[in-house]
């Protein structure tokens, strides 16, 4: 069995009821903070070595450590396979940190990107103009829709119901 998959069960075991799933989520969640605190604060842009060292390294279970490369992988500059990554597997993990900034934006995972170390990474202005970014590629233009008596787009000079309309 895979680490992914085995990160899958261990989500599974582990939020059997509502209770367990808040519980679960909320350990979880301050250990992905501190890893991320850890990664922001010395700049570390690469992350190498055994997932089963780097998991020790960060206090982790190996499965759960999968569950952090699982949602940093929409963020690195070469994505990784998921399915391939076993205990001994060696792995080199290269953080875009303009992508994570973004994608912490779009989960939303407010205890992730407020925190103080990314004032290490970007200025306050930049982390405007990527939020400006962000939120950007979220907006969803309407086209303009043609009416029945407005003139054909197609350059005819007819109104739309006599031409391309019908």
Do not use: H
């Amino acid at each position: 069995m895979s680490l992914y998959e085995e990160w899958k069960n261990y989500i599974e075991e582990n939020c059997s009821n509502e209770e367990e799933q808040n519980v679960f989520w909320e350990k979880y969640c301050s250990d992905e903070k501190v890893l991320y605190q850890k990664i922001l604060g010395s700049k570390t842009k690469t992350i190498e070595g055994k997932v089963e060292d780097l998991a020790k390294e960060s206090n982790m279970v190996p499965a759960q450590y999968m569950g952090f490369i699982d949602g940093i992988s929409e963020s690195l500059v070469t994505p990784i396979d998921l399915e391939a990554v076993e205990l001994d597997t060696e792995i080199k993990l290269d953080v875009d940190f303009s992508k994570l900034y973004k994608n912490m934006l779009g989960v939303p995972a407010e205890w992730l990107y407020t925190l103080e170390e990314w004032n290490n990474i970007f200025s306050e202005e930049e982390r405007d103009v990527l939020t400006k970014e962000y939120k950007r590629s979220k907006t969803v233009v309407n086209e303009i829709k043609v009416g029945r008596n407005d003139p054909c787009p197609c350059g005819s000079g007819k109104k739309y119901k006599k031409c391309c309309g019908r």
